[in-house]
């Protein structure tokens, strides 16, 4: 597994779209730390790019390369070794490629500029973000046979993810504003891995605010560390089902 | 002679289309075996089902005596050369060896008749997306042969090769089978087949319409050249 | 200069008698408790209580004495009774260990009482475990200096550390109060100073005006209190360079504001408040050279206030700057820096050229529907804000900086 996995994590290193992914990330948090005097503001704007880029990047880079390496599969499943090995050989491969990218492009400078939690958190959540990507990306690859349709479903899934998702919860609470909705939002918020970043992120830049609210959920959720664990574990969450999807689809799947 | 490879009442249907309709067939060693048939007859899905690419509706594959479908383990006891070979774009030829040997983790000699003959070694930097067709298929082929393998499976092996090195594939499959290996061809090309194969099967609509010795075939019709052979058997 | 002359004013007036004796209290001699000292004691005597612990069970104070403890004794009232009243001018009461004092919702049992005195000190005294700590009442120019009082922190039944009721020129300076209800606690005191106080973890608030005019507090610090400061139904306060830090909470204000006018707030820090400053029908009042910073929301302003001024402030990681309620009129914001603004500065005189309007459409959103709040910071909700400070819709239109600092103000 960690064989496949280090002659792929050889092979994207030197791709063009990683290093221009990795200068670009660098470029913003560079950009960003160097004219703004203000670190947790630096942090904030970061974040908001962040939730953009990083999932983004990685669901597109992670469905094409897949599909790139169509025949490379086909070798290596002709090759003595399982297919549950390849999946995940290929899985750790990728997203470690795609995570150095994010360690030296948004890590490097934030530990250089801003270290502090809120730093760290931005770090864990940009990572658990690109793994639940990733993750995702595997599962459309193997849910579909051709490229074009891996990259189309790979966008509509980011394009949910990252936009319509919360515009629909928020007129839903437009809607039912009058009811008691904690729970309900709770549950919500752990339907998408850009909501659940996002939360750990809140708990630290505004949880001042957060302890501002009335409910008990609320106040258990935000004040308590109990988000940060709900958090954490729904991403995880996040990360091993689709791949578990996946593992099962690719185990039975014709090449 | 001894069966390597048994193949029974094999069937798989890729959607509502029926690839293959009902395969029973074994493959002995020391042979050469050349697959024949027209386009989408089922070749392609044959060989790769035998390889555990593409898992069969019903049916079995036996692999020295042994139920292989789902497994793994007896492909050590194959080398595959694909019809295309294409690789990561940014692994080196080198790499891509080191790693398959790495896979292998095989102690017997390494085979390296062809790496040496197409000069492969003087290339282990060169990046795969700067080759050409043809030296990828070199880089398949001296990749299926390299581990001494009992069967070799060769999907279109001297389309895209320059005629010296086509020519130079051809002597060493009939080297390997001189050693006593199974050799599995599929080809387009009826004056290869012809030249070197032992045996030839000849799919249609994904059923075997006949597998026999060449030289049965050729007693049989009283032609001398396959080509003919095949016209006049399929045209009755 | 005006406290420094009330400060030479109470020096000179210091009895000193030249007749005046010393008498020595400790345990186990013939003067074993302070009761006995004061009784033979007269005006213009000192007594030093040695260390030890003595039963103090409302002990009363009704000459002019100096009393000082040495080595921290401590007086105990065992839950039965006050520890110390003093009745009498002139007193001095310095060094003690006070504690236990009868708690009950009859009467305001406390610590130390002074009831209808002036010019008394109360100084370097430790308050534990006290229903109320030092209570005044019906008093003048009385100075509690450096006293450490920590409160039962009892939800029900828990009094006030610093209690003034009908009080005028107290001077309360470098105290440190926790666990009480109120920290310090303002009732009709007028003109009296606080600085350089403590004021942390009371289950109420860290300090508390009622009907209190004329006040000044500075350089305290209120930190992690049910909320910070409460000024209500005052007129005149001077609210200078104090500290407001975590005070969390539903309903939990760094400094809250109800019907006062004609105000000062200037040079404090507003640090991770839930709320930096929440005013309610508060007129007059000016809010200058403060710092807000990483509070949830930075300034609340209700519709009923009116005439507020809002300048030179800085407003920094906030995650809402300023909210209301309704249409806010008549309140003015004027050449602060904000960290959100996006405008621009092309004539570089420091101003941005496009006015900043502090109050987001989120905020209102979440206003009316504050389960929103989980949507805080995602690409809808920024994209929604953007749109609406292009074109805004919803927003109050009367609320914007006209001229916003491209830098914050350096402090």
Redesign the interface.
Known sequence: MLKIAKYIILDIIRSKVIIAYTLLLMAISLTIFMTDADVTKGLVSITTVMMIIVPLVSIVYATTYYFNATEFTELLVSQPISRQTILLGKFIGISSAIMSAFFVGICIPVLIFAFSVTGLTLMASGALLTLSFVSLAFLTCTLTRDKAKGIGLALMIWFYCSIIFDGLVLLFLFCFSDYPLEKVMIFLTALNPIDLARILILLQLDISALMGYTGALYQQFFGSGQGIVFSLIMQLVWIVTPLLIALRIFKKKDL | MEKIIEIRGLKKK?GRLEVLKGIDCSFEIGNIVSILGPNASGKTTLI?TI?????PDCGEILFSGKQVVNT?????H?G?M?Q????????KIG??F???M???QEKTALDTDLLKAYHLENMFHK?MHTLSGGTLQKVSAA?AFMFNPDVLILDEPTAGLDPIAAEYLKEKILDERSKGKLILITSHIMSEADEISDKVMYLFEGQIKFYKSLQDLKEETGELKLGKVLTKILSC | MRWIFFKLYIFLLLPVSVLAKTIIVAPKTTISSLKAAIKIANSGDTIIVKKGIYVSENTLINKELTILGENAPVLDARFHEEVVTITASHVKFDGFIIQNSKTGSMRDYAGIRLNNVAYVIISNNILRNNFFGIYLSDSKHIQVLHNHLTGSNNQENSGNGIHLWKCKYIFIKGNYVTRHRDGIYFEFAKKSLIEDNFSEKNIRYGMHFMFSDDDIYRHNTFKNNGSGVSVMYTRRIKMLNNLFIENWGSSIYGLLLKEISDSQIEGNRFIRNTTGVYMEGSDRINITNNNFQSNGWGIRVLASCDKNTFTQNNFKGNSFDVTTNGTLKHNYFNNNYWDKYEGYDLNKDGIGDIPYRPISLYAQIIEKIPQSVMLMRSFIVNLLDKVERAIPSVTPESVKDEKPRMKPWKR
């Not at chain 2, 390889?51 to 898992?55: D, Q, R």
């Not at chain 2, 295309?84 to 692994?91: L, Q, T, V, W």
């Open positions: 890729f790769k390889l555990g690419m593409v898992i793994f383990a007896y492909k050590k194959i595959y694909p295309i070979g294409h690789y990561p774009d940014n692994m790499q891509l080191e790693m398959i790495d896979i292998r990046t990749l």
